[in-house]
């Protein structure tokens, strides 16, 4: 199948093409961008790769598949085009920047009959996969709650638009992490850090809490303000804990130089030293890791085209994420706890 990626800054170079390349099974078509230093930086990186100014263009050339990686207030119109010309489409996160439109992204693929599908490549991070292994292995005892932290000391990566902010960044990350872990969600507690620009105010920072319909709870919050770089995973549990520290190893690889193409064996792996301990009432023990790779979600994509197995990310899950994020948005603005109404 071939495969088009429109969009080529940070999110196409860093997190989708590389990661399309190690999955091995696509035939790449070639990317969308206007940028002369983003095709400069293409051909230096991928020397040959067709590129199109629109992506009317990259259709025309013949795709299956095509990843939308622009800018978030871009997105609902190129979702949009693609399934109104028969093209499946892979989003960035988040998929729109509310419910609203996120089920009228869903509908136009439904009527298109084409897959709609949301790039949570978070789902395939080295510390993630280790928590969920542990957390499902029974070694612990019941689950009762997990607090996720993603800090970044980056505040020059803030969008400050009306449609933008963190929580809908690095809180669709944490919020779909829960989701995953410890499954859907009842109700949302939440509190966001507000900052104003040019008249803009944007949400900075964000603690939630999350009631999960299973009983269970969980604490996701992100700041990208705070000064410091801090991926964190507490798993609190009837038999002991798991705690999780682990760098952000595959985004380090890549602005490194490294490709996980020419590295399958070691990408996404940490040190020993970064490895996560479980403890109980009698031990304490590091938990080798899983090895993390996103080109898991395009060796799955392309299998549920092929009929298979299943999308790496279903729409209906993505759909739950942005509930989610909405409620959080009301609790934060009404000052109370905001349940979901499915």
Same mark, same amino acid.
């Given at each position: 199948?071939? *495969?088009?990626?429109?969009? =080529?800054?940070?999110?196409?170079?860093?997190?989708?093409?590389?990661y *399309?390349?190690?999955?091995?099974?696509?035939d790449?078509?070639?990317?969308v &961008?206007?940028?002369?230093?983003?095709?400069?930086?293409?051909?230096?990186?991928?020397?040959?790769?067709?590129?199109?100014?629109?992506?009317?263009?990259l259709?025309?050339?013949?795709?299956?598949?095509?990843?939308?990686s622009?800018?978030?207030?871009t +997105?609902?119109?190129l979702?949009?085009?693609?399934?109104?010309?028969?093209?499946?489409?892979v989003?960035?996160?988040?998929?729109?920047?509310?419910a609203a439109?996120?089920?009228?992204?869903?509908?136009?693929?439904?009527? %298109?009959? /084409?897959?709609? &599908?949301?790039?949570?490549?978070?789902?395939?991070?080295?510390?993630?996969? &280790? @928590?969920?292994?542990?957390?499902?292995?029974?070694?612990?005892?019941? *689950?009762?709650? %997990?607090?996720?932290?993603?800090?970044?000391?980056?505040?020059?990566? @803030?969008?400050f638009?009306?449609?933008?902010?963190?929580? +809908?960044?690095?809180?669709?990350h944490?919020?779909?992490?829960a989701?995953?872990?410890?499954?859907?969600?009842? +109700?949302?507690?939440?509190?966001?850090?507000?900052?104003? +620009?040019?008249g803009?105010?944007?949400?900075?920072?964000?603690?939630?809490?999350?009631?999960?319909?299973?009983? &269970?709870?969980?604490?996701?919050?992100?700041? /990208?303000?705070?000064? $410091?770089?801090?991926? @964190?995973?507490?798993l609190?549990?009837?038999?002991?804990?798991?705690?999780?520290?682990?760098?952000?190893?595959?985004?380090?690889?890549?602005?490194?130089?490294?490709?996980?193409?020419?590295?399958?064996?070691?990408?996404?792996?940490?040190e020993?030293?970064?490895?996560?301990?479980?403890?109980?009432?009698?031990?304490?023990?590091?938990?080798?890791p899983? !090895?993390?790779?996103?080109?898991? =979600?395009?060796?799955?994509?392309?299998?549920?085209?092929?009929?298979?197995?299943?999308?790496?990310?279903?729409?209906?899950?993505?759909?739950?994420?942005?509930?989610?994020?909405?409620?959080? $948005?009301?609790?934060?603005?009404?000052?109370?706890?905001? !349940?979901?109404s499915?």
């Amino acid at each position: 199948m071939r *495969i088009g990626l429109a969009g =080529y800054g940070f999110g196409g170079s860093h997190f989708h093409l590389p990661y *399309i390349e190690a999955a091995g099974c696509w035939d790449m078509a070639g990317v969308v &961008t206007r940028s002369h230093e983003r095709r400069l930086q293409l051909d230096a990186e991928y020397p040959g790769m067709q590129v199109f100014d629109s992506l009317d263009e990259l259709l025309d050339a013949g795709v299956d598949v095509v990843v939308i990686s622009t800018p978030p207030q871009t +997105r609902r119109e190129l979702v949009l085009r693609a399934l109104a010309r028969g093209v499946h489409v892979v989003s960035d996160k988040p998929l729109a920047p509310d419910a609203a439109t996120a089920r009228e992204l869903a509908a136009a693929a439904r009527t %298109a009959g /084409k897959v709609l &599908t949301v790039y949570q490549n978070r789902r395939w991070d080295t510390d993630f996969l &280790t @928590l969920r292994q542990v957390a499902s292995s029974g070694e612990l005892g019941q *689950i009762f709650r %997990a607090h996720l932290v993603m800090d970044q000391a980056d505040p020059s990566t @803030l969008d400050f638009d009306p449609e933008g902010g963190l929580l +809908r960044d690095l809180g669709t990350h944490l919020v779909d992490q829960a989701v995953q872990l410890l499954g859907p969600v009842a +109700r949302v507690d939440a509190s966001l850090d507000w900052l104003t +620009r040019e008249g803009i105010s944007v949400d900075v920072g964000f603690s939630l809490g999350l009631h999960h319909k299973n009983g &269970t709870y969980s604490q996701v919050s992100a700041s /990208k303000l705070c000064g $410091r770089e801090a991926r @964190l995973m507490d798993l609190y549990a009837s038999e002991g804990s798991y705690s999780s520290a682990m760098p952000d190893r595959q985004i380090d690889q890549m602005l490194s130089g490294q490709r996980p193409a020419a590295e399958p064996r070691d990408w996404g792996m940490v040190e020993r030293e970064d490895f996560g301990v479980l403890r109980t009432a009698d031990s304490q023990r590091r938990v080798q890791p899983l !090895p993390g790779n996103y080109a898991e =979600y395009y060796r799955r994509l392309f299998a549920a085209l092929e009929g298979a197995g299943e999308l790496p990310v279903d729409l209906d899950e993505a759909l739950h994420t942005i509930d989610i994020l909405d409620a959080a $948005r009301a609790s934060d603005r009404l000052g109370r706890s905001v !349940p979901l109404s499915s």
